[in-house]
Structures are given as C-alpha cells and as structure tokens.
C-alpha cells in the first residue's frame, strides 16, 4: 500500500478524524433545562465558589489540548499550524482510543515563545492537562519549563519526553538480550534538538555509563563556543572523555546507538564499528538514519526504528494515552520522573521474559494491556511521589 497516497485520499473522506460528541440529550424541555438554563446555574455558582469543583462538575478532568505551533511537524519542519492540524487530530485519535482520554487540536499561529505561553496559560482552566507537540527546539524547552512553573496541572512536551520513556523502555529489554549493565554502556545520539536533549537527560537519569551526543557539526564537547545554550548545557553533563569529531568517530566502540535526527546519516562501516552485542535504535521518520536491513547486515544484534513496517516500533503512542491517563485519574499536578520511568519499566515489562527476542523488544502500539499497565503504574508513582490530588 502506498500510505501517503492512501491516506491524502481518506483523510479528504474523513474530513476529520474527530468530532464533539454529546454526552447528554436534550430532547425534552426538562433535560434542556438541567443541561443547560436555569438548571446550569447551580453547577456554574458551585463552581465559583470552589474552582476544584471544575474537575466534579465538568469535562475537565478528562480533556486535554494538544498543542503545537506547526514549527517541527514530524519529519517536515516548519509547516505553519493550520498544516500540523492532520498531526494533532491524529494524536487525539489516539489519546482517545488508547487512553480513554477526550483530546482537543489546539493549532496556535505564533512563534513568539512569551505569546504561546500565555495563551496555554489563559486557557488552561478548560483542560486535566497540557501536551505539547511539535514545537521546535530551544524554544519549546522554555515554553514547558515556564508553564510547569506556573500551572498546577501535567504539562508535558511528548516530543521529548514521550521520545525518552519508550526509547528507555526499548533501551531496558534490548540489555537483557545483551546481556550489558545500563551503568557500563556508552550511548551515541545523533540529534541534539528536544528529542536527543531529553533523551540524554532522561538516560542520565537512569545511571547510563556515558553519553555522546551529535549534531549536523559532529560530536558536542563542553566549551565549545558554537553551541546554543541548550546544547552546551547538556555538554557538560556528557561526553566525559571530551570526545571530538564527526558521527563516525563517536560510534566507534559504542555499545548503542539512538538516532533522532534524519535519513542516511549512518553507515554499515559505522554500525559494524561499535562494540559487540551493537544496540541501534534508528528513529528517523520518514526515512531512518539507518534501515532496518542494512543495521542488522552490518553486525547489531538488536534494531528498531520508529516505523510500524519493521520489528521494534519505537514510538511514543506507547507512552502519552496511559501516562495521561493515569495522570488525570489521580489529579496529578506534575508529571514527573517517577511517572515517567515507572511507564518506561510498566511498558518494557508488557513482553514476557519468554517472549523477549531480537525482533520483539515491545509491545505493539495496538496492545491495549500496555496502555492500561502504563496508566496503572503513572497512577502509583504520582501517588508514591506526592504528586497525586486524589
């Protein structure tokens, strides 16, 4: 099948691929008059009176935007938000499918970052939670760090972080095969936007040996006068041998490769240049940084990518529909990392030790048993972190 073609077709018969609708009837003058006036006024002064009430009385507790300003829409770049809208109706398909979750496309017409952190937190009383979606890096590292500061409902960039709890999890079940000790290993990232800072950030986390990340100038190296603050900031925290020079030099020996950056930037000499029991995750979309194929042919013993046509789909839609419904059902006012690595551990646990081979690494992204298992263990650990309101 040739989805592109397929899917321009059936999206033209869509017309969307979400739509309101009522969870009430109102066909009849007594049930018009309690879903709306005068009966509404009661819930509406109960409401003033206690805004918690909001999440009692209303949709809220179960609604989340998905937002985005169109400036890194999948693999296409800046597209402008009316064009990402195919994408964020996508993500709310499956916020709803998946989680159980009621999922609004928000599509704001701004780059300015102090504009766009308004207008989520002028509309936040409406939502359970925020999730933030292909907003280019830095500045979509600025919008998510002010508005966790200011609201007291989850805000989270799945761009990042969702991209670093199913890597994590991919990453824990293909150590097993290898039989390596997370805290031995050394991981090379090619891609240092949102993706491959959270990534790293999140592994560090997690008590990985070392960490090299690359960008389209090569390796990143503390002191380098050329990085945005972002990158040299998590510069300092990786690259501990200060490593210099290009992809290729940096996976020489590695234990792991993830790639979050583009097509055809790896190479069979590269893949067969890393350690023994070679770990590659080639994440790129459309197009992977390596192909499924020729990572294998190359000498790695385990490889996934993020496409639904090869073994081990490494994708976030694992991870955003039972995170935030496990979020929501506790009243979470943060998602934290307790959240997020018990999703990481909940969703490479979903394959049983029995059936834990190269070419299944995780769970399929259909398998509603995962999305349950990551709402169940994100609802224990807010509550073991504090993080829980009910």
């Not at 195919?86 to 989680?99: D, H, N, S, Y």
């Not at 928000?106 to 292909?134: M, P, V, Y």
């Not at 380098?224 to 030099?249: F, H, P, V, Y």
């Not at 934290?336 to 990481?344: C, D, G, H, I, Q």
Request: aromatic residues 6%.
């Amino acid at each position: 099948m040739n989805y592109r073609e397929e899917s321009l077709k059936l999206h033209g018969e869509w017309r969307g691929k979400i739509e309101v609708v009522s969870r009430v009837e109102v066909d009849s003058r007594e049930k018009l008059s309690l879903a709306y006036t005068p009966g509404v006024a009661e819930p509406c002064l109960a409401i003033h009176a206690d805004v918690d009430k909001s999440f009692e009385l209303t949709r809220r507790w179960n609604t989340v935007p998905v937002i985005t300003d169109g400036t890194a829409v999948l693999g296409l770049g800046d597209i402008g938000p009316e064009a990402g809208m195919p994408v964020m109706e996508g993500k709310c398909a499956l916020f709803k499918a998946f989680g159980g979750v009621d999922a609004i496309p928000l599509c704001i017409r701004s780059k300015d970052t102090e504009e766009i952190i308004r207008t989520i937190e002028l509309l936040a009383g409406s939502f359970g939670g925020i999730n933030l979606e292909d907003i280019a890096a830095p500045r979509c590292f600025e919008i998510e760090r002010r508005l966790k500061d200011d609201l007291d409902i989850p805000v989270f960039h799945d761009d990042q972080h969702g991209t670093a709890v199913v890597t994590a999890a991919a990453l824990l079940n293909a150590l097993k095969l290898v039989g390596k000790d997370i805290g031995r290993i050394r991981v090379v990232i090619n891609g240092a936007g949102a993706a491959g800072i959270a990534i790293a950030k999140y592994l560090l986390k997690m008590k990985v040996g070392d960490i090299i990340l690359c960008d389209r100038q090569g390796v990143l190296c503390a002191g380098d006068s050329q990085l945005t603050s972002a990158k040299a900031e998590i510069a300092l925290l990786t690259n501990r041998t200060r490593l210099t020079g290009a992809l290729a030099d940096a996976m020489r020996n590695a234990d792991v490769f993830i790639g979050v950056s583009g097509p055809d930037c790896v190479t069979k000499e590269m893949v067969a240049s890393m350690a023994k029991g070679a770990i590659v995750f080639a994440c790129a979309n459309p197009t992977p940084e390596i192909s499924y194929e020729a990572a294998l042919e190359a000498g790695a013993a385990v490889v996934g990518t993020g496409s639904s046509e090869k073994p081990n789909q490494i994708n976030n839609v694992l991870v955003f529909p039972g995170l935030f419904r496990g979020a929501l059902d506790v009243r979470a006012s943060d998602i934290n990392f307790e959240m997020m690595f018990a999703a990481s551990k909940a969703i490479a646990a979903c394959v049983p030790a029995e059936k834990l081979s190269a070419g299944y690494i995780l769970p399929y992204a259909y398998d509603f048993s995962a999305h349950k298992a990551v709402a169940a263990a994100v609802a224990d650990a807010a509550r073991r972190s504090g993080v829980a309101r009910k």
